[in-house]
């Protein structure tokens, strides 16, 4: 019979009798509150794409308690003018991947806001499929979502940034979410981490060019999320160091520390918020 409390329940989860484990029920500590980060922020015009759930739902909302004026990118209609309607958001549906739409889109939030203060590209899909199976137009598409917006959005951005009269004084910001699986792989994830290894690179390229525009460019490398809140097993939350799968909150919290004002000082870093799962060394059982 074992006595440590984890043991117990990787003994229960063998014997069948861990159903469900939820993030929320982790050992050893009080449980999780869903946290904001706390700092003194100057309302900022924000931009995140993918704003609609997840990962960038959570970072609308952080910029939003932060008093910033937050507008969304997104493809789903639905989630989109719930925001708007509830929360306060610009919302404009669009496909990320139809360049036009992005444009046409990019250009009326200018028009509504005169500038963009700080853009979080965040939309992004996992597809996965064995390359024999996935075709090329599988793996274009994977690209033209996940890693051709964040190009496009800092170059219409810089072309906007070279029309003004005058600088923006406050700089800017981009924050791009890549992957943890750009530094990592399993089998069957060519299309996904080869779009996220083009973010990786794309950071420290748009750092140089957006540098004149008083802009840093920053990526987040996130690990397990859990977005869908999903029930979690035992090993699920022992596979980490931190013994906890992440929430969306914890990549909010950084994106709003990446866009702090005084952290201009950080610019073409890439941050992996994983628990720590990929700098675990695993060894054949
Ligand atoms: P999610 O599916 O919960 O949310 C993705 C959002 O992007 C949705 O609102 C969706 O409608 C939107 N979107 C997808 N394709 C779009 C398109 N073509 N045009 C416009 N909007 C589009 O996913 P998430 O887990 O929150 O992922 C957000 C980002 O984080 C992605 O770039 C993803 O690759 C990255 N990421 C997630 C995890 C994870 O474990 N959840 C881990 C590493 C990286």
Redesign the pocket.
């Given at each position: 019979m074992a006595d440590n409390y984890l043991e117990r329940r990787m003994e229960d989860m063998r014997n069948g009798r861990l159903q469900n484990y939820k993030t929320s029920n982790r050992p050893g500590s009080a449980p999780m509150k869903k946290g904001y980060l706390h700092i003194p922020f100057p309302p900022r015009r924000v931009l995140v794409?993918?704003?609609?759930?997840?990962?960038?739902?959570?970072i609308a909302r952080a910029f939003l308690k932060a008093d910033c004026k937050v507008a969304v990118?997104?493809?789903?209609m639905e989630?989109?003018e719930k925001l708007a309607n509830e929360e306060g958001v610009r919302f404009y549906q669009?496909?990320?991947?139809?360049s036009e739409a992005l444009q046409s889109a990019f250009d009326n939030l200018i028009k509504a806001w005169l500038d963009i203060d700080i853009i979080i590209?965040?939309?992004?899909?996992?597809d996965f499929k064995p390359i024999t199976e996935c075709s090329i137009e599988d793996f274009k598409r994977v690209l033209?979502?996940?890693l051709t917006?964040a190009f496009i959005l800092a170059k219409l951005w810089a072309t906007h940034r070279s029309s003004l009269p005058l600088p923006n004084p406050f700089g800017g910001r981009m924050v791009i979410?890549?992957?943890?699986?750009h530094l990592q792989s399993e089998i069957s994830t060519e299309a996904?981490t080869a779009?996220?290894g083009g973010?990786s690179s794309l950071t420290h390229a748009l750092m140089m060019s957006l540098s004149e525009y008083g802009i840093t460019v920053n990526s987040i490398?996130?690990?397990?999320?859990?977005?869908?809140e999903e029930p979690l097993r035992a090993e699920d939350l022992l596979h980490h160091p931190s013994r906890r799968v992440?929430e969306?909150e914890d990549?909010a919290r950084v994106a709003l520390f990446l866009a702090a004002p005084d952290n201009n000082f950080i610019n073409g870093a890439d941050i992996v918020v994983?628990g720590g799962a990929t700098r675990r060394m695993i060894y054949p059982e």
């Open positions: 794409t993918g704003g609609a759930h997840g990962i960038g739902l959570a990118f997104d493809r789903d989630a989109g669009v496909d990320v991947s139809d590209s965040n939309a992004g899909v996992g033209d979502i996940n917006p979410v890549s992957s943890t699986r996904y779009s996220k973010l490398s996130p690990g397990w999320i859990n977005v869908a992440g969306p990549i994983d």
